[in-house]
């Protein structure tokens, strides 16, 4: 790719700007536009781009907010610096280097350090640009948030992630200081993140300006607030989330399910939802059919109906993709909406390794797309009217093997997939959601999803970490992602209880984990530790989880589960 440079951090002259005043002001000099606008007391928004060229709006898929009228914003000038003033927040524009800075109560808050635009010349992009902003930051603050980092770091200085969803780390953009401060980022495209001594940066893919929102809340609990304000309040999940959530990697029949919650009701343990995760619908070539197409699942409905009798909700896997002989599948190819990139599961069979010599033709949705959103619901209204109560969405980054660049060229809804990439999540998950409540407004809707990005909280939707594995290293890392994650307005979060995959602790075959005492006792913590989760839920690969599973009543390990399980 060739790219053509343009730094834009020295001078300007004052002199050749135009002002416009309003809630906030426009500026421009022979290199770039700069536009800083109050939307309320505490949010600002700055807007960058190369004067060449006139920016065009399009509407944000993550911020909500509308610029309030009537706010009062002070401007004040000197021969230095030019300051907009709202409350306690002020924005000082050095009339020197161009550079702005945030104030509270005239302490700093931030500075900008410089921006850059390097010119895409080729491809799907060409005429945008590779879009950089660096930030000065005080020598010892710490910085929090971004999203899922697997890496056992709480505090985000020093440290570099590039940032594209995955199945075991998120990213929502957003950052904020002990200070008080946040940031949120507005750009869906892959992103780099770095923090050393040369500043904090952000430098998106693509993007036709630097387009960033400042939040000043005080405090952690204050900037999300501004957060939510600037992109969507968080939805009251249905009461019965606030329960214990029993799943594994898979229930094999609908007598399976309806087993496994007759036997927690004959013990009397607490059990408010299981999950069916994937196969329910049969082959892999009718991938996610959102409907009971598996011979051990034709009774799907009445075992739904069955659940409900004793007092149990079902939340039940679906997919951003599709097998080919589905009639989503069938639907969405005809009209071009399917994606060309290999995904889970690549074989055709349900053989590990896969066999590549029977591929599965498992495409992803466009999910970018409104008319593609309307098939997915079409077809998962099926599961709705049979009575499901509540959606694991599974692969929401989604999963995307080997990528080559041309991958990135594919044309969405909303532009390229490089633009794009990295708000899939958020498009996907909201589809359901906007969907549902136009369906139906006799339940709340409730989401578990693997992946988001940032607004993702007003959508139902709770994030899960991915299939973590069991150790007492990753049960480590799930406390500070978590934390981060939550430090970006986005408040649900859990993990698989016990990891995801148990591994060597199999040292008596296949599903002897819950017997192997060192298992026992990381599982009895990390239970501990679901507890605190805002959703409760174990689930886990190669080895069972059920209660029953760890021993008996009496025994330390039972007792402590139940002990869990019953307080909550």
Not at 160 to 182: A, P, T
Request: one cysteine or more.
């Amino acid at each position: 790719m060739i790219i053509k440079k343009l730094l834009l951090s020295g001078l300007f002259l004052m002199a050749s700007s135009a002002f416009c005043w309003a809630e906030g002001l426009e500026f421009s000099t022979g290199k770039y536009c700069c536009k800083v606008e109050f939307y309320s007391p505490n949010i600002v928004r700055v807007t960058k781009w190369p004067a060449e060229k006139a920016f065009k709006e399009e509407k944000s898929l993550v911020v909500t907010l509308q610029p309030q009228q009537g706010i009062k914003v002070c401007k004040n000038e000197n021969e230095y610096s030019t300051t907009l003033s709202c409350g306690k927040l002020s924005v000082k524009i050095d009339k020197r280097s161009g550079r702005l800075q945030f104030l509270s109560s005239g302490q700093n808050l931030l500075r900008e350090k410089s921006f850059s635009f390097e010119e895409r010349t080729e491809g799907a992009d060409k005429g945008s640009y590779k879009v950089n902003q660096t930030y000065t930051l005080d020598k010892q603050e710490a910085i929090y948030g971004l999203g899922t980092i697997q890496d056992g770091r709480l505090n985000r200085r020093g440290t570099s992630i590039f940032m594209e969803q995955s199945n075991l780390q998120d990213f929502q953009y957003v950052v904020q200081s002990v200070k008080g401060w946040g940031i949120y980022w507005d750009n869906y495209s892959r992103a780099q993140f770095y923090d050393n001594d040369k500043g904090m940066s952000f430098t998106a893919e693509v993007g036709d300006a630097v387009d960033y929102y400042f939040m000043y809340g005080g405090s952690v609990d204050g900037v999300n607030k501004q957060m939510r304000a600037l992109s969507g309040q968080v939805p009251m999940f249905p009461l019965w989330t606030f329960g214990y959530f029993q799943s594994k990697e898979r229930y094999k029949s609908a007598q399976e399910v309806l087993d496994v919650v007759n036997h927690y009701r004959n013990l009397q343990v607490p059990l408010d939802c299981i999950v069916q995760d994937w196969q329910y619908w049969g082959s892999n070539y009718t991938w996610n059919a959102m409907d009971f197409l598996g011979e051990p699942f034709e009774q799907g409905k009445q075992m739904i109906d069955n659940l409900h009798g004793m007092n149990a909700k079902l939340m039940i896997s679906i997919w951003a993709s599709f097998g080919p002989n589905t009639l989503a599948y069938k639907e969405l190819d005809k009209k071009g909406l399917l994606f060309d990139f290999q995904t889970w599961p690549q074989s055709g069979l349900s053989f590990w390794p896969p066999r590549m010599d029977y591929p599965s033709g498992v495409r992803v949705y466009d999910a970018y797309s409104e008319e593609a959103r309307n098939i997915y619901w079409k077809n998962l209204k099926r599961l709705f009217d049979y009575g499901v109560d509540a959606w694991w969405m599974d692969s929401t980054d989604p999963d995307c093997f080997y990528p080559k660049e041309s991958d990135y060229e594919h044309i969405t809804g909303l532009g390229s997939w490089r633009k794009v990439r990295n708000a899939f999540p958020l498009c996907t998950v909201s589809g359901v959601y906007d969907k549902q409540r136009a369906t139906s407004d006799k339940q709340r809707v409730f989401i578990m999803t693997r992946s988001a990005f940032a607004g993702q909280q007003r959508y139902g939707s709770g994030l899960w970490s991915g299939d973590v594995n069991s150790s007492w290293d990753m049960l480590r890392k799930q406390m500070p992602l978590g934390q981060n994650y939550s430090m970006t307005g986005c408040p649900n979060f859990n993990t698989d209880i016990g990891g995801f995959f148990c591994g060597s602790y199999n040292n008596k075959g296949a599903g002897s984990a819950p017997q192997n005492p060192q298992y026992q006792e990381l599982y009895v913590r990390w239970m501990q530790y679901g507890f605190f989760c805002p959703v409760f839920r174990s689930h886990g690969a190669d080895a069972p989880r059920e209660i029953w599973q760890f021993g008996k009543k009496g025994e330390p390990v039972y007792d402590a589960i139940f002990t869990a399980q019953h307080g909550r």
